[in-house]
C-alpha cells in the first residue's frame, strides 16, 4: 500500500505520515440504501454504516465484475487476500497478484505472462487508475478493486473492503463462512483493531521511516509498547476477541508474519523478534497454521518488496536470506487456551491450484 509517487519513504528531519486519503466508494448490495443514507466522516479502520463519505459512490455487488488486484509482498494487500479466501469468494471476485517491486509509476503486473493481466489487459496498476481518473495524482496503492468491464479502478480503501466482504457479499459466501464481525465483540474489536492500526500496523512504519532520531526513537517505543500489551491479552485468550478468529486477527497477523523477516532488521524494530514473545509467536504460528492465513503469505515476496524498494532505506538492494522458515511449522500449543478458529463455522478448503504460493517461499507448500 505504500505510495508510488517517489523512490523516497523517508523525510529527513520528520516523523512519518500515512496518506490515509483513499478513492472510498463502496461495493455493496444495495446501492439505492447508501446512497440515500446520511454521509459519514472517512474512517481509518473501516466502519460497519450504511452510506457513503462524501463524494463518494455506491457500486452494485455483482459475481464476476471485480478484480481484486492485491499484491502479495503487501500486509494491507494480504489482508482482503485472507479475508476473500476465509469468506469462500474466489468464484464472485477475481484475484490479479502484482510481482514484489514496483517503480515510482505503479505495481506491474511481472508475475504474469508478458508482463499483462490476463483479466485486465494492463501491464501496469496504474492503467487503471488513470482508466477512472486521468492523472490521478496519489499513490497507485493495493488493494484495489478494479470494475472488469470498464478496467476502471472502484476502491482502493482497503480497511473498508475487507468489511465490505463479510457484509456485503454475503450471497456468495462460501458455507460455514465464519463470522468476522461477531455482534457482542463489535465494539471491543474495533477499538482493539484502532490501537493495532496506529501502534503495530502503521508502527511499524514510523519506526522505518522516520527521518530523525527522535522520531525513530518514538515510534520504537510506541511499538514496543503495543506489542506488550498484545502479548499480555494473548496469554490468557486463545484469539484477540477470545475463542474464534474475527476481523482484528486478520489485522494483526499481517504484521507479525512480516515482523521478523523485515520489520525487525530493515525497520530497525529490534527490541524483540517476534519468536522471543512467547504469546504472539504461538499466536502468529496459530494462525499461520490455519488454512486461510499462512497459504496466503510468500515470504520471498515480502523479503524482495520492502528491501528492493525501498532505496532510502536499503540502498544497497541486498535482500537477507534468512530467517529460516520450517520454525513457522513447530507446535504452537494454543489449543490449551480452548476455543477454535472458525467456531460453528468450517475450514476453506484447499487453495485453488491458480493462487498457491511458490513451495520454495513458503513451508506449508514444501
Known sequence: MEPSTNSGYSTPGKPFTRDTNYINDRIVADPEAHRAAEDYEYDTVGTLTTGLTKDAEAWPVEAGRYRLVAARACPWANRTIIVRRLLGLEDAISLGTPGPTHDENSWTFDLDPDGVD???????????????????????????????????????????????FSTEW????????????????????????????????????????????????????????????????????????????????????????????????????????????????????????????????????????????????????????????????TAHGREELGGSPFGDGTAPGPVREAERVDPATNPLYA
Open 170 to 329: 454475503t450471497q456468495f459466501h462460501r458455507d460455514g463462512a465464519p463470522n468476522l464481525l461477531p455482534e457482542e465483540h463489535l465494539d471491543e474489536m474495533f477499538e482493539v483493531i484502532k490501537r493495532i492500526f496506529t501502534e503495530v500496523n502503521n508502527g511499524v512504519y514510523r519506526a522505518g521511516f522516520a527521518g530523525s532520531q527522535e522520531a525513530y526513537e518514538e515510534a520504537y517505543d510506541r511499538l514496543f509498547t503495543a506489542l506488550d500489551w498484545l502479548e499480555e491479552r494473548l496469554t490468557t485468550r486463545r484469539f484477540l476477541m477470545g475463542e474464534h478468529i474475527t476481523e482484528a486477527d486478520v489485522r494483526l497477523f499481517t504484521t507479525l508474519v512480516r515482523f521478523d523477516p523485515v520489520y525487525h532488521g530493515h525497520f530497525k524494530s529490534n527490541r524483540n523478534k517476534l519468536i522471543e514473545f512467547p504469546a504472539l509467536w504461538g499466536y502468529a504460528r496459530d494462525l499461520f497454521q490455519t488454512p486461510g492465513f499462512g497459504d496466503t503469505v510468500d515470504f520471498q515476496q515480502i523479503k524482495d518488496h520492502y528491501y528492493i524498494v525501498h532505496h532510502d532505506v536499503n540502498p544497497t538492494g541486498i535482500v537477507p536470506k534468512g530467517p529460516d522458515l520450517s520454525q513457522w511449522l
Open 118 to 164: 490476463p483479466v485486465l489487459g494492463s501491464a501496469r496498476l496504474q492503467e487503471n487508475y488513470f482508466k477512472r481518473f486521468p492523472n490521478y495524482p496519489r499513490g497507485i496503492t493495493v488493494p484495489a478493486m478494479v470494475d472488469i468491464p470498464t478496467g476502471q479502478v472502484v476502491t482502493n480503501d482497503y480497511p473498508q473492503i475487507t468489511l465490505d
